[in-house]
């Protein structure tokens, strides 16, 4: 079959991109499911820092490439050897596949999975194939979802199957924004209740890390960002105390409203100096935890003795450190309850043929989670 899917041909493309468009809507082709593969029809996709990380450069991935990873949609055929799902099942799409066999997945960690990063960096799905192509060869996945099209074929195991009542366009956000921020509080750090926690980078990821923080107990939580709009809405979804980054003793302040540093720092900017201000406000003894990916190749300067006398720990967190399958249902019953207004991290809908003009408000930062709804 042919699809309208997102393509991106060319990296490192100068914005603003609503002017230099890198990303072009194309008609291409879409095979069938193969072995262990599902045709799932888009229903809703959220444009994420991953994907601008892409267009940028800073995580190179092979050319030409279907962008979109955050998204949810519903089962439309099923490939050879799928026999717990069935067309008309909605599904969150979860960006790390994972085999379920390597040494990572027998330890419960999926999110680890060596197959599942291997295919991710080639463009693949995780059964090693590459459905998407047009008149001049392959066109690969993102992260073995390629969501920015109608229809997308992934493997079984990048779908979380969900109930039919939750919107779509709410559903998407659990499979990158709140698996990454929630799970990076609850899975990675493990904060206990009536800890203190500072936040920074309040996009997404961030602001779920908040809502996270907030369900899981801690006492006080201070939000950190360069945007007053963010740091407002940091308000409303949990932060007892907001910070701007930008003031030159931003640092003391958290440290003087968590009594001398927090329990947990969780750092979300994507930046080596945030991450080495995480560190700062982070108390003796305490966790640093950063989801952030900065460009390849960068490097964190460590006090060592500090790190050995005050007994610090940092910590990498890859997609929440979560076992999909367990924390997108959970996760979801939270939402249900109140206690994570994932709603909130909606800054507006759009059509595919919008997706530079998105891409340009997310990287200048004045909006959260955008949607692209089917």
Known sequence: MQVRAAVLRQMNVQGPYAQSRPIAIETIDLAPPGPGEVLVRIGAAGLCHSDLSVINGDRPRPMPMALGHEAAG???????????????DHVVMV????????????????ALCEPGAAANGAGTLITGGIRLSDDHGHVHHHLGVSAFADHAVVSRNSLVKIDKDLPLVEAALFGCAVLTGVGAVVNTARLHAGSTAVVIGLGGVGLAAVMGANAAGASKIVAVDLSAEKLALASEVGATAMVNGRDPDAIEQVRALTNGGADYAFEFAG?????????????????????????????????????VGEERTVKGSYIGTCVPVRDIPRFIELYRDGRLPVNRLLSGKLKLDEINEGFDRLHDGSAVRQVIEF
Do not use: W, Y
């Open 74 to 88: 519903v089962v439309e055929a099923l490939g050879e050897g799928v026999a717990d799902l069935e067309p008309g």
């Open 95 to 110: 960006f790390m596949p994972s085999c379920g066999h390597c040494l990572p997945c027998s330890e419960g960690r999926p």
């Open 271 to 307: 930046s080596i100096r945030a991450l080495e201000n995480a560190m700062q406000m982070t108390k003796r003894g305490g966790t640093t935890v950063t989801a952030g990916l900065p460009p390849p190749g960068s490097s964190l300067p460590v006090n060592v003795v500090q790190l």
